[in-house]
């Protein structure tokens, strides 16, 4: 009698653990990247066991990224798992990275007994993590009791998918996760949020303002930034754009929302194009360092702008905006698509014709880099190599870190559908590439080719014993120019920039039973660069390239300062 009580007691409880989990999988959040350890151990284990996804990591900076990333592709927030202390820090900055980015992710982490911090007691991993997240998230929660699970979950979710998307910071004490409820509280405490992005329309003034703007323009163009590929409207950005003819230039991880081939794409006349035009629409895409905040010597003080954001507080930011729209894109693109119908924009064939010369001289110029065939490979080589090899199928993701690495691949290979080149962003952050790589996979089932500078792969390279781990088809390619930048002259010290020369890349990956691919000729690199992602199995190629091509800080040297006094 008394042990048959007992185990109906049981049944009817639930605990922290699964309440957690219970609440993911009913809004959807199927997958979990993380790292395990006390006190999160057992949420890992449960969630893999109750159907979720679970990739453990190396690292949890990776781990967050790849979350991130998930977050970017699939307008769902990705989620990180953490221990407390340092893991929760270790998650920080990919959370960070993510609030910058405007990227949908919660970072959850485990935390230490909430008495024992508060007094500092010296709890095993203790630190104030609530107070410590906010400054980098765009939301910070902490849970205290198991029956506010659902509603500290579901604040997540809405935090960080409405409006401008965001790091969300989840603080779940030991103590929640090991609490039981009844099961009938537990179930009525959950929420199944609806509708965690509503979609936000802009008034109709701003719309008619911004067209009235467009019309009286003799030079319009329209940037897309990675917001509007955030956004998948790209079938009303297409209709847009080609609706009206007025030419586009795509900031780097808007790549692919039109294919860079693209007749209207101004991208091989950059600065032409923003130096000549008179309107310019900014469509998710911030007026910061990378569009050189809108200022001089690359913008003319006469630009007038229309910019259309989700984030109201954007407008003005660095520049005046005549045509703020304050809106979701794809609302808003369906907005001037109706108002056009009564309103045609005429684009001027000079203005186009302008342009078209400028991406031809600028076209032919980078194909006599492309062509050449010096040895060692340089950037433009083995790039062109790689570009000839993903452009047969179009339909493998590219991840990209580095500086020079980072620039000549972003101008060398062209995208060809959206969202499919991820990039170090806002930032200019290192080690994001093999996390995103991982999270592109693991989202898309689609293979990835990583292409990362040598130091950029030193940030996270042991992830790539986690591409083993999972299988997965992550092709690795590590520009081997000996360095940041570029490699030091034979036989001086080590510099402050220089990497080991000759470092053997590919046989790290050989340790976990990946292949190893070594290559320093453009005939090599295209072979094994088309056997590994035919393969479908975890490879690196280490690319070695002449270690005296890059240029420091890669096409920003600008931002650079250097000493006047030194010799
Ligand atoms: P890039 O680096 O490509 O120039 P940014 O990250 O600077 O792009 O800008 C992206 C912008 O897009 C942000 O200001 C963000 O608020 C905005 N954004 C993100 N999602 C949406 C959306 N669904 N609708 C409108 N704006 C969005
Ligand atoms: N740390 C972090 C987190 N982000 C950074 N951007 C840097 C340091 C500084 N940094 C750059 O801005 S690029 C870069 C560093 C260290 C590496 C460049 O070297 P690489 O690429 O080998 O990756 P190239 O092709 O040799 O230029
Ligand atoms: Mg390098």
């Not at 453990?56 to 979350?67: D, L, N, P, V």
């Not at 991208?267 to 000549?276: L, P, V």
């Not at 580095?402 to 691949?409: K, P, Q, R, S, V």
Request: charged share 20%; hydrophobic share 40%.
């Amino acid at each position: 009698m008394a042990s048959e009580l007992t185990e109906e007691l049981i049944n009817e409880q639930t605990d922290g653990f699964h309440l957690v989990i219970d609440a993911l999988k009913l809004n959807g959040l199927d997958t979990i990247y993380g790292v395990a350890g006390i006190p999160i151990t057992d949420l890992a284990r449960l969630a893999q066991a109750e159907g979720m996804r679970y990739f453990g990591f190396r690292h949890e900076q990776s781990a967050g990224h790849a979350a991130s990333i998930a977050g970017y592709l699939t307008q769902k927030p990705g989620v990180c798992l953490t221990v407390s202390g340092p893991g929760f820090l270790n998650g920080l900055v990919a959370l960070a990275n993510a609030t910058t980015n405007a990227f949908p992710m919660i970072l959850i982490s485990g935390s230490s007994d909430r008495a024992i911090v508060d007094l500092q007691q010296g709890d095993y991993e203790e630190l104030d993590q609530l107070n410590a997240a906010k400054p980098f998230a765009k939301a910070a929660f902490r849970i205290n009791n198991p029956e506010d699970i659902g509603v500290g979950v579901a604040r997540a979710i809405r935090a960080a998918l409405s409006g401008r998307p965001g790091g969300v910071y989840l603080d779940l004490t030991a103590k929640v996760l090991g609490s039981t409820l009844d099961i009938e509280t537990a179930r009525k405490s959950l929420i199944k949020v609806v509708d965690p992005s509503p979609l936000q329309p802009p008034s109709p003034a701003s719309v008619t303002r911004a067209i009235n703007l467009l019309k009286k323009a003799q030079r319009p163009l329209i940037i897309l930034g990675k917001g509007a590929a955030y956004a998948q409207a790209d079938e009303e950005i297409r209709r847009f754009i080609e609706t009206t003819g007025i030419p586009f230039l795509p900031m780097s991880m808007a790549k692919g929302v039109l294919p860079d081939n693209h007749p209207l794409s101004s991208a091989a006349a950059r600065s032409y194009a923003i130096g000549q035009a008179d309107v310019v629409m900014l469509i998710g895409a911030r007026l910061n360092w990378l569009l050189s905040h809108g200022k001089r010597p690359l913008w003319p003080e006469t630009t007038q702008y229309i910019q259309v954001d989700i984030q109201p507080m954007e407008m003005d930011s660095n520049r005046p905006i005549q045509a703020p729209v304050v809106g979701d894109i794809k609302s808003s693109m369906q907005a001037f698509l109706q108002d056009l119908e009564s309103h045609g924009i005429q684009v001027s064939e000079d203005w186009l014709e302008g342009i078209n010369q400028k991406k031809q001289k600028n076209i032919e110029k980078m194909a006599q880099r492309l062509n050449a065939n010096p040895h060692p490979m340089n950037f433009s080589t083995a790039l062109r190599a790689i570009r000839d090899v993903l452009g047969k199928t179009n339909d493998v993701y590219v991840v990209n870190e580095g500086a020079n690495t980072l620039d000549f691949a972003r101008n060398i290979i062209d995208m060809m559908k959206p969202r499919m080149r991820l990039d170090t962003g806002t930032w200019g952050i290192m080690g994001i590439g093999l996390g995103y790589a991982i999270a592109a996979t693991a989202e898309s089932g689609k293979s990835v080719v990583a292409i990362e500078g040598d130091s950029a792969f030193g940030f996270d390279g042991m992830e790539i014993e986690t591409i083993c781990r999972y299988r997965l088809p992550v092709v690795t390619v590590v520009f081997n120019n000996g360095g940041i930048y570029r490699g030091d002259p034979e036989n001086s010290k080590p510099s402050p920039t220089g990497l080991l020369a000759d470092a053997r890349y590919d046989k790290l990956i050989e340790a976990f039973g990946g292949r190893g691919y070594h290559v320093s000729d453009t005939a090599s690199l295209s072979f094994a660069l088309e056997e590994a992602l035919e393969s479908r199995q975890p490879a690196l190629i280490n690319c070695v390239i002449d270690r005296t091509a890059g240029t420091e800080s890669g096409h920003i040297q600008g931002l650079n300062p250097k000493s006047g006094l030194s010799k």
